[in-house]
């Protein structure tokens, strides 16, 4: 099947500092790719659809200029937890996708933010 | 609003058949899936359901009801790497719509 990596595993922060994850489709163009947030023990919650060359569209309660998407390429998207609290804390965890059928995931990041 | 439900956790012993069942309520439906995660990882495929019916893979089956809005996913011979967590997903034009997620515990 279609593989996914994401970019760091795992991440520890200082509150108000950024932090970058990366999403890679590496045997394939992703046309579109998917953000999404899981807290413990919870269910996976969508937070934005990103499409390459073209803005982010966020889900309802998802503020945009805390968690800016970037889709530079068919095989990159970018997330970037600006000034990240504890809060922020959570597994991201993208998918990608070149038809509307299946979306591949990758293995996710989990982000502690101190 | 969109929402599917699951049980939140089943128990069951290595060789039992379990059922997971999903209800849903969402604003569109193109279909129906199922995902297993282990802890810490990420979701994994593993049916998809268009139109009703059962769906067969291996020792996994899906079914689907549009009709009531229902779906479930059955596990049969379980085993002990079946432990995880199962979520049906509602596919909303090329969105996924998670379920709320059952945890499988199989013992020995």
């Known amino acids: 099947g279609a593989v996914v990596s994401q970019h760091p595993s795992r991440v520890i922060c200082k509150s108000g500092t950024s932090v970058k994850i990366e999403c890679r489709s590496l045997?394939?163009?992703?046309?579109?790719m998917f953000w999404y947030r899981q807290f413990p023990k919870q269910s996976l919650m969508l937070m934005a659809t990103?499409?390459?060359?073209?803005?982010?569209?966020?889900e309802q309660g998802v503020e945009k200029d805390k968690f800016l998407i970037n889709h530079a390429s068919l095989t990159l998207s970018t997330l970037t937890v600006t000034s990240a609290h504890p809060e922020d804390s959570s597994f991201y965890i993208c998918?990608?996708?070149?038809?509307?059928?299946?979306?591949?995931f990758g293995p996710g990041t989990r982000l502690t933010v101190l | 609003g969109q929402s599917l439900e699951q049980p939140s956790e089943v128990t069951a012993v290595e060789g039992a058949i379990v059922q997971i069942n999903c209800t849903y309520q969402t604003s569109g439906f193109y279909g129906l899936s199922w995902y297993q995660q282990h802890d810490g990882g990420a979701p994994t495929f593993l049916s998809y359901?268009?139109?009703?019916g059962l769906e067969e893979t291996g020792r996994f089956s899906s079914f689907l009801s549009r009709s009531d809005s229902y779906g479930y996913l059955l596990l049969q011979e379980l085993q002990m790497k079946d432990s995880a967590s199962y979520f049906c997903?509602?596919?909303?034009?090329?969105?996924?719509?998670f379920g709320t997620g059952t945890r499988l515990q199989v013992f020995p």
């Open positions: 045997d394939f163009q992703a046309t579109t």
């Open positions: 998918s990608a996708t070149w038809t509307s059928n299946e979306q591949f």
């Open positions: 359901n268009a139109l009703d």
């Open positions: 997903a509602v596919r909303d034009g090329d969105k996924l719509i």
């Open positions: 990103s499409n390459e060359g073209s803005k982010a569209t966020y």
